[in-house]
């Protein structure tokens, strides 16, 4: 039996979330196949026929799949459930958003943000935002799986050489209607995507302050920007920005935190990232057991001083 990874796209090409969910599905010891759900998504389709590690990419088009909706990408995943062992979905805001679903309709257990693949049904996954780790086998025949694609290296995106296969589209149930969309245009990098991530607490004091203060080390590093929740909540920064257990998981190359004290919740989010920068004044703050280096120091003098130093 192979395992059917469920890519994320836009139609025109594989977001990398996809890439990670493939490495994931490749340990489950099963050959890897890839659906993509879309709407004149023949592009994207090609995307990952390319994946490294892909043996078939299953191609189903129609309108109703066109934004992504839940319901009818839940139901074409039912529909060709039956073939596989196991369904493979990344962790994000689209594959939570189906992946139960597809659990309720197979009536199987979902197993949520797995982080290492210890068997075809055993896998780990963090409970109690990180400080702890859980093994969790499953006896059911399907597997419904969400990834935390920090856990996972991504496959190559070139390389592979797999078979398109057209399918035929499922039923859209009709429960859910696109209705319109309004999205924020952001210069920087997708948050989840950024290699390196400058990130700013509450004690940057106000919106005014945090661009201020933020913006030009970002803009030195083509860093994008983050806030731990005690930052958003405070409205000094926007929802999208938000890292931690109950925002986005993050593992960049380097994560810069300034004024952060390093709440449990914020630490689940960030982490694995590979190198962590932490600059805040309270030398007991939890931030710096998890750096890798600790700056002490006020950061609206340690922060304007850096950038200067980066020229």
């Given at each position: ?209 945090f661009n201020e203060v933020l913006t030009p080390l970002a803009d030195k590093l083509g860093a994008a920007l983050g806030a731990s ?83």
């Amino acid at each position: 039996m192979a395992a059917l990874v469920i890519a994320e796209h836009d139609n025109k090409s594989i977001k990398g979330a996809t890439l990670n969910t493939v490495t994931a599905a490749a340990a489950c010891g099963s050959e890897v196949h890839v659906l993509v759900a879309g709407h004149n998504a023949a592009a994207a389709a090609q995307a990952a026929a390319q994946i490294a590690g892909v043996a078939k990419v299953l191609h189903a088009d129609a309108p109703a799949f066109e934004h992504g909706l839940a319901e009818p990408v839940a139901a074409q995943v039912v529909a060709l459930a039956k073939g596989y062992s196991h369904l493979v979905f990344p962790a994000t805001a689209a594959g939570k958003n189906v992946a139960p679903r597809v659990a309720a309709l197979l009536d199987v257990g979902q197993i949520s943000d797995v982080t290492k693949v210890l068997g075809a049904d055993t896998f780990e996954r963090p409970i109690y935002a990180g400080n702890a780790i859980a093994t969790v086998q499953t006896a059911d025949a399907t597997k419904v799986l969400t990834v935390r694609t920090t856990g996972f290296d991504p496959a190559a995106a070139s390389g592979g050489s797999a078979s398109v296969e057209t399918v035929s589209a499922a039923a859209d149930p009709g429960l859910s209607t696109f209705k319109g969309s309004e999205i924020a245009k952001n210069d920087r990098p997708e948050l989840t995507a950024a290699k390196i991530i400058v990130s700013g607490g509450r004690a940057l004091g106000s919106e005014e302050k945090f661009n201020e203060v933020l913006t030009p080390l970002a803009d030195k590093l083509g860093a994008a920007l983050g806030a731990s929740r005690a930052a958003v909540d405070a409205g000094y920064a926007p929802n999208d920005w938000q890292v931690g257990q109950t925002g986005k998981i993050v593992a960049p190359q380097l994560y810069i935190a300034c004024g952060i004290s390093g709440a449990i919740q914020h630490l689940a989010g960030m982490k694995d990232s590979k190198v962590i920068v932490a600059i805040n004044k309270d030398p007991e703050a939890p931030i710096f057991s998890v750096a890798d280096y600790g700056l002490e120091a006020d950061l609206f003098v340690a922060v304007p001083e850096l950038v200067k130093a980066l020229g």
